[in-house]
């Protein structure tokens, strides 16, 4: 068994978005480290993926999930996204829908949906600890 507290991303490949991603999930919710599952337009290949595909994703969340018993699965979009290169309103919204299928494997997980914007800083587009609210989570410290 890992030593540590861990939480999970499901991002891109884009080494812009790991490193704040990675700042802002250890900062908001206090692990001590991030998996990061990556695909170049995460939000696309998720919703457009095959069965087969979709459950390799799964599996691979569910090493960080079991093995680190990972408690949050952030879904994670960009600006600027080379695999996904449409507007920030259908990026967020593909996140929305991201989170939702996340959320409905029922792995006892929060599921948090983010938005890396154009400064390359952490929005919080949907978390599941907040009930019928879609409004932004905010950090606070330790
Ligand atoms: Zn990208």
Redesign the pocket.
């Known amino acids: 068994m890992a030593t540590g507290t861990f939480a999970t991303a499901f991002g891109?490949?884009?080494g812009r978005?790991t490193a704040p991603t990675t700042t802002f999930l250890k900062e908001t919710l206090g692990v001590d480290f991030v998996d990061y599952v990556s695909e170049?337009?995460?939000d696309k290949v998720l919703l457009q993926a095959t069965p087969t595909d979709l459950a390799a994703i799964k599996q691979k969340l569910l090493v960080s999930v079991n093995a680190h018993r990972s408690r949050t699965i952030a879904v994670v979009?960009?600006h600027?996204?080379?695999?996904?290169p449409v507007p920030r309103a259908e990026h967020l919204a593909a996140v929305r829908q991201c989170a939702q299928l996340v959320r409905g494997w029922d792995l006892g997980v929060r599921v948090l949906g983010l938005w890396v914007n154009d400064q390359w800083q952490l929005e919080v587009i949907c978390d599941t600890q907040e009930q019928g609210r879609d409004s932004a989570m905010h950090a606070r410290p330790r």
């Open positions: 891109c490949i884009d978005t170049p337009g995460p979009a960009h600027d996204c080379a695999g996904h």
